[in-house]
Each structure stands twice: as structure tokens, then as C-alpha cells.
């Protein structure tokens, strides 16, 4: 049988190894793939429009992956992800559990690839037997972990919507238990969503996990839960909230805090909730004072009795150190700082340090140098102010630009 030329130069083409590792480049794509699902799965919740529609496009994604990785078998790069998928997977499979069209296609691919790929039987069988007791002790584990948080309490969803402004999403709850019940409302951010595909009717809608703020619980269940929202601006809420108090006090990030002029020092505390009687009296206070209290507010002899000096320039240091921190300073050369202690070296010398402002104190300039939107979403239930975006904003309630390891995520 006569081969032809084309025949010819298409073996030569895919005999070639410049081509064959030009192909194992799918296989890094693909794992880039899998390592961003299981990012997803760790710190957002998935959302699916259409599972078959979903399960069909991973299926054939996989399946294409699947041939241009069979055919780099023996590459380095092949070989490497071939190890990787599967382990990357387990976030995946755990946390998206029952999302069977989304998690099987990956895993079939996985195994498959590691079972075929170039690397030798002996690296292979080691890579699997691991990969296996990663699985066994990871799901372990984790269901042992969430059995811990099972609760008995029944909860039903009686609304839910969105803000007039769009960025905010909220959901009203009434939850049966023990205790007579309760009615909560929660508040979510509605525009750190991500979507694959169209964002009107997306595929799959990723949202944000521990991102939902409680603004309101009413004990026991509400007999109604009406929902109100409206649009005002920065100086009619600040208005609103002087009539209610003078004291309002909000906490603000270190970075707003500077924004603000304030430096370490002058933000921090000392802590009467755990001081001795004694030392209450040294300061002029009584036994029965818990409020912590700005050392701006405390002279230079209220200070020593503490064991603190303070500088010209409103720099605070050590005097003497507790017994417990002399090994932490063993080496350490001329004065000691209080602003270069940790919070635990901090809390024995009985100081906190604030990042709480009275809002009274805040002037509108600087409510906008911090950001604040001048007008934004105000929630109601039943009449009652439950929500004010001006305050989440100052709080920063909803830091979507966050991404920290807890155990919150895994429940």
C-alpha cells in the first residue's frame, strides 16, 4: 500500500517532539483549569443554571484535554500535571459535593491520565497509593469535622431580593427551634459574583463564601417581615444617627486610620477588664470601670505605674518590661517600642490597640476621602432601619477582596 506524502508529512508532524510538547502545554491549561476550580471551591459557593448543559461541556473539555495529553504521554510537563489534577480535585469533590456533572469528567480524566501517562509504573503506583489516602483521610476528616456543626434548627427562606442600587442582596429567614424561634435578615454583597459565560442567565454563578451579614434578629419568629429600602445620602444618614446618640462608634481599617491622620500610638488602649483593683485606683478610677481608656488620656505619672513612658512626639515605650516578655527582648538593643509589639506582647502589658472612632467626629470631607458613596441603599423591616450602606461601607462589612484560610469555609 502506497503512502502518500501528506501521509508522510502528518507522521512526521506528530512524531516530532517540539509537537508533542507543544501539546503537553494543553495538559498545563487544563490543570490551570482544575487549580481554579478547586480555588473556587475553597472560597465561593457554586450556583448551577443547567447541570446536563454544564456536564456536557466539562465532559467534552476533558474528553479534547484527555487526547492531547495521551498523546504527550511521555512529556515532563504531561507527566507532572498527570500527578496534580487528582489531589487538586479533593477541595472540589468535598465541597461541591452531589455536583456529580461538574466533579466526575475531572476525576475520570485524572485517573486515566495518571494511569497512562509516561511515568515510570513505580512512581505511578506511589503517586496513586498516596492520592488514595489523601482521599480516605481528607473526606474523613472533613465529614467528621461538619458532623460537629449539624443543627437541629429548621430554616425557611420568606424573602429575598436585591437593593434598589443592585449591590446588595438580601434574605429574610425564619428559623424553628428550642427557643421559640427567630426571624433574621441577612445582607450579602451582589456584585463580587463570578460567572461563566453570559452574566444575565449565566451557566454557573460563583458567589462568596462567609460574605452574608446578619442586620437584623427578631425573637421569637416575626408575625410579619416587610422589607423596605430606600436611596439616601451621606449627610441625611449622618444627621440620622446624631439625633440617635453622640457615641456611635464604628471600626476602621489601619489603612483609613492613617488615611485619617492618626498614627499607631495615638489609637492605642489600655484595657481595664483585667486589671487589679489597685491599679484601677492608681489612675483615678473605680472597681467598677471596664472601659478601656485612650493613654493619650493618661499623664506621664499614670503612665510609669504601668510601666510606660512616652516621648515628646507621642511615642510610646516600655520602662520596664513583664516578667513573661524578658526572653522576647533578650537581645534587643535601646528602647522598646509599643509599636513594634505583637498583640500578644501587647496584651501583657494590659494594651489594645483601637481602631474604633466616634462617627459624631467624622466630618463629610473625610467620610469622603474614606470612600464613602454619597448616596446608597437604607433597609427596613417592618419600619425599623436595619441596614445603612454608609455604615457597611466604613465598616468594610463586605471585604470581597479577602481570601483567608478558616474553618468557616469548609462547613
Same mark, same amino acid.
Given at each position: 500500500m502506497r503512502i502518500s506524502s501528506a501521509e508522510v508529512a502528518m507522521k512526521n508532524i506528530l512524531e516530532n517532539v517540539w509537537t508533542k510538547r507543544a501539546a503537553a502545554l494543553v495538559s498545563v491549561i487544563y490543570a490551570i483549569f482544575v487549580f481554579r476550580l478547586c480555588y473556587y471551591s475553597i472560597f465561593y459557593d457554586i450556583h448551577i443554571r443547567s447541570r446536563a448543559s454544564l456536564c456536557v461541556l466539562v465532559s467534552a473539555v476533558s474528553l479534547l484535554a484527555l487526547v492531547f495529553m495521551f498523546y504527550s504521554r511521555n512529556q515532563f510537563l504531561t507527566k507532572l500535571t498527570s500527578f496534580l489534577i487528582l489531589p487538586a480535585m479533593l477541595p472540589v469533590?468535598?465541597?461541591?459535593?452531589?455536583?456529580?456533572?461538574?466533579?466526575?469528567?475531572?476525576?475520570?480524566?485524572?485517573?486515566v491520565i495518571l494511569l497512562f501517562s509516561g511515568a515510570g509504573e513505580g512512581i505511578k503506583t506511589a503517586m496513586?497509593?498516596?492520592?488514595?489516602?489523601f482521599y480516605i483521610f481528607g473526606a474523613l476528616g472533613y465529614f467528621l469535622f461538619t458532623s460537629f456543626f449539624v443543627s437541629s434548627a429548621k430554616e425557611t427562606v420568606i424573602d429575598k431580593g436585591i437593593?434598589?442600587?443592585?449591590?446588595?442582596?438580601?434574605?429574610?429567614?425564619?428559623?424553628?427551634?428550642t427557643s421559640n424561634g427567630?426571624?433574621?435578615?441577612?445582607?450579602?454583597?451582589?456584585?463580587?459574583?463570578?460567572?461563566?459565560?453570559?452574566e444575565e442567565k449565566p451557566l454557573v454563578t460563583f458567589t462568596l463564601k462567609n460574605m452574608s451579614r446578619v442586620v437584623h434578629v427578631e425573637r421569637p419568629i416575626a408575625k410579619k417581615a416587610e422589607i423596605g429600602w430606600s436611596t439616601q445620602t451621606r449627610?441625611?444618614?449622618?444627621?440620622? %444617627?446624631?439625633?440617635?446618640?453622640?457615641?456611635?462608634?464604628?471600626? *476602621?481599617?489601619? &489603612? $483609613?486610620?492613617?488615611?485619617l491622620g492618626y498614627t499607631y500610638d495615638q489609637k492605642l488602649v489600655l484595657s481595664m477588664a483585667d486589671l487589679d483593683t489597685t491599679d484601677k485606683f492608681a489612675i483615678g478610677k473605680t472597681a467598677h470601670d471596664v472601659d478601656p481608656i485612650p493613654l493619650d488620656e493618661l499623664d506621664d505619672e499614670q503612665l510609669a505605674h504601668f510601666s510606660i513612658g512616652r516621648e515628646a512626639g507621642g511615642k510610646y515605650y516600655v520602662l520596664a518590661l513583664p516578667a513573661d516578655l524578658e526572653d522576647d527582648f533578650k537581645k534587643?538593643?535601646?528602647?522598646?517600642?509599643?509599636?513594634?509589639?505583637?498583640?500578644?506582647?501587647?496584651?501583657?502589658?494590659?494594651?489594645?490597640?483601637?481602631?474604633?472612632?466616634? %462617627?459624631?467626629?467624622?466630618?463629610?470631607?473625610?467620610?469622603?476621602? *474614606?470612600?464613602? &458613596? $454619597?448616596?446608597?441603599?437604607?433597609?427596613?423591616?417592618?419600619?425599623?432601619v436595619c441596614f445603612r450602606f454608609y455604615i457597611a461601607e466604613?465598616?468594610?462589612?463586605?471585604?470581597?477582596n479577602s481570601r483567608k484560610l478558616s474553618l468557616d469555609l469548609i462547613q
Open positions: 469533590v468535598l465541597l461541591y459535593l452531589g455536583e456529580w456533572g461538574l466533579v466526575i469528567p475531572i476525576l475520570i480524566t485524572g485517573i496513586g497509593t498516596l492520592t488514595i489516602l437593593s434598589p442600587s443592585g449591590r446588595y442582596r438580601y434574605t429574610v429567614i425564619n428559623t424553628e427551634d427567630s426571624t433574621s435578615v441577612i445582607v450579602e454583597p451582589n456584585y463580587a459574583d463570578v460567572f461563566l459565560f453570559n449627610e441625611e444618614i449622618t444627621g440620622e %444617627l446624631d439625633k440617635i446618640s453622640n457615641n456611635i462608634t464604628v471600626k *476602621l481599617s489601619e &489603612s $483609613d486610620l492613617k488615611k534587643h538593643e535601646g528602647r522598646i517600642y509599643i509599636n513594634t509589639m505583637t498583640t500578644r506582647q501587647l496584651t501583657a502589658m494590659h494594651l489594645i490597640k483601637s481602631r474604633s472612632i466616634v %462617627l459624631n467626629d467624622l466630618t463629610d470631607a473625610q467620610l469622603e476621602e *474614606l470612600g464613602i &458613596s $454619597d448616596e446608597g441603599d437604607v433597609m427596613t423591616f417592618n419600619g425599623e466604613l465598616e468594610n462589612y463586605f471585604d470581597v
